[in-house]
């Protein structure tokens, strides 16, 4: 593990407390202009992602509704609370090929977008220990006063996020600042993630407001408009 990256986990609350976890479960709301464009509007301002910290897996609740999400890589499923399937789909990565920015999604297309980014990100950036992944420092960048230090992140094959290359920006403080990004299924759109409002949750230390923008150039932010945005509330892990 390289300064960084150990300066990162440290901050964020350690390797030997996050090894001692196995799932996080968050309530959120997932907003923005992104699913406008998608023609899914307010599809998840309001649910309830199980996140598995072992394996790449998310489950979705949508609470006062009958269905769950279950995200993995090479699967996904819609299903009732009673785990009866609604909707099930092998290989889901394939159906976005050839789409175009306004081309809508469907159930499973939000839930293939919705579990590779937040599983990525509620695992961040404990994941990038993980055998399998390649970290290298890059020049640090200056933010309105203050120094960011830049982690790039080659993801291994067998993970799937946005893309296979990332950067992920912290603060002298060691915490998470912005994580940049293209994102593969949506044509290799830009993304500037910002990272706030951190809670301390049993020792693991997890920003609680993410503000995604479009970047041009030299990660120039594009100020409108706001794609994603993410708050979240009560948080539990175990």
Known sequence: MNDLLQLAVNAHGGLKR??????????????????????QGDYLKDVVMTVDTTKERLVTDFPGQDKRFIFEPQRLIMERNDGTLIQERQDPEEIFVGQLRETPWDDLQVAYFQ???LWTYLNTPFLYTRPGFVTEEIAPIQVDGEQWRRLKITFPESIKSHTREQISCFGPDGL???H????????G???????????DVDGIIFPTKRRIYAYEGDYQLVPEPLLVKIDMGEITVR
């Open 180 to 187: 940049d990004y293209t994102v593969d299924i949506l044509g």
């Open 176 to 178: 998470l600042r912005r």
């Open 189 to 199: 759109a830009t993304g500037l993630n910002y990272a706030s409002e951190y809670r």
């Open 115 to 117: 579990g590779e980014a």
């Open 18 to 39: 996050w090894n001692e976890i196995t799932a996080i479960t968050v309530a959120a709301s997932l907003t923005g202009a992104i699913w406008f464009v998608k023609s």
